[in-house]
C-alpha cells in the first residue's frame, strides 16, 4: 500500500540556518506530494504541493521538488526563522484512491534565536 | 471565507461512554473527510464523504465508530464506547472536489481523552 517516510525529529536549528527535512514515499501509481505544516495550537495548513514529476512546489519561502527516480519530495529553506517552528508532514494522495491523502509521521522543527 | 469548523474542542470521557464530535465544512465544498491523529502519527483516514454519500470507510473501526453527513454539509462522527486506544485528535477536513491534487482543509480538530 501507500506509505510516506520522513526523518525522525526534533530538528533544532538556529535562525537563518539552511533547512532540510527528508520525505521518501511508496505508491502504486503516480501521485500527488504535499507538504502541511501545524503550528503550535492551530490545524494542519498546506504549505505547497507538486502534482507531477519534477514540479517543484514553493511557498513562504519553502521548497520542495518532486523527483521520481528517488520517490522523494524533500522539504528546504534557505534561512529559517523563529517563527517557522512548527510539525511539519510530509503526505501523499494516489489517483487510485481518489483524494485520500497518506500522511507521514510528522517532522517536529524547533528554531532558536 | 469561513475555514471548517468543528465542536468540541477538548472532549475527557471514561472509557465505554459515548461521544460525538461535529463538523462544519467550508461553504460548497462537497468533500468531507475525517482523520484521527493518534500523538506522535500522521493523521489517518476514517472516512471520506462526497455530498452525503460514503466514498471510503475502510478503516472505520465500524464496530464502535459511525458517522454521517445526512444533507450533505456539515457531519457528526460518533464513538460508541469508547475505547483507552481511542485518545487521539480528530480532524475534520474538506476540498471542493474529489480530485487526487485538490487541496484540502482541515479544521482544528477535537482532542479526545479516554480515561
Known amino acids: 500500500g501507500d506509505s510516506v517516510t520522513q526523518m525522525e525529529g526534533p530538528v533544532t536549528l538556529s535562525e537563518e540556518a539552511f533547512l532540510t527535512i527528508n520525505c521518501t514515499y511508496t505508491a502504486t501509481g503516480y501521485p500527488s506530494l504535499f507538504w502541511y505544516v501545524q503550528y503550535p495550537g492551530e490545524g494542519l495548513q498546506l504549505l505547497l504541493k507538486a502534482t507531477k514529476a519534477d514540479d517543484k512546489g514553493s511557498n513562504k519561502g519553502f521548497e520542495a521538488t518532486y523527483r521520481k527516480e528517488t520517490t522523494s519530495f524533500h522539504l528546504e529553506k534557505g534561512s529559517v526563522q523563529v517563527s517557522d517552528s512548527a510539525v511539519y508532514f510530509c503526505?501523499?494522495?494516489?489517483?487510485?484512491?481518489?483524494?485520500?491523502?497518506?500522511f507521514g509521521t510528522g517532522t517536529r522543527l524547533q528554531v532558536t534565536l | 471565507e469561513a475555514g471548517v469548523a468543528q465542536s468540541p474542542r477538548y472532549k475527557i470521557i471514561e472509557k465505554r461512554q459515548s461521544v460525538a464530535f461535529w463538523c462544519n465544512p467550508i461553504s460548497g465544498h462537497a468533500t468531507l473527510y475525517w482523520y484521527q491523529q493518534i500523538l506522535g502519527q500522521g493523521p489517518k483516514l476514517l472516512i471520506q464523504f462526497q455530498n452525503n454519500g460514503v466514498v471510503d470507510d475502510s478503516q472505520l473501526p465500524k464496530d464502535r465508530f459511525s458517522a454521517e453527513r445526512l444533507k450533505g454539509v456539515d457531519s457528526t462522527l460518533k464513538i460508541q464506547p469508547a475505547k483507552l486506544e481511542d485518545s487521539a485528535v480528530y480532524l475534520c477536513a474538506s476540498s471542493l472536489e474529489r480530485t487526487g491534487w485538490e487541496t484540502q482543509y482541515f479544521g482544528p480538530g477535537t482532542r479526545l481523552l479516554v480515561l
Open positions: 503526505a501523499l494522495s494516489d489517483p487510485g484512491t481518489a483524494s485520500k491523502l497518506t
